[in-house]
């Protein structure tokens, strides 16, 4: 069965770094579409970013150039990296396997001073 497992947040200062990990198992993840999603408080869950299986990668318009998602195929992990963050950023982090609806745990991100 398919497990996903987020790793990496927790509580950075606005204009901080944090790079979220989700590692993937019982799966070929190589030929999968991977999202990571988030979700504030009292928010909508909301698509952040993408990449392919072919590395092809797509961001929300809230966070293209600040955040950068990639792959390791080998390792079974999808990462993302998070710069420039600010208060809106705080949210729990999910990692979503596209095409089977799979869901990790979550991962909380707070950006506060």
Known sequence: QVQ???SGGGLV???GSLRLSCAASGIIFRLYVMRWYRQAPGKQRELVAGISSGGITDYSDSVKGRFTISRDNAKNTVYMQMNRL???DT???YCNL???GAWGQGTLVTVSS
């Open 91 to 93: 949210a729990v982090y």
């Open 13 to 15: 200062q606005p204009g």
């Open 4 to 6: 996903l497992v987020e």
């Open 98 to 100: 596209f095409q089977l």
């Open 86 to 88: 600010q208060a809106e």
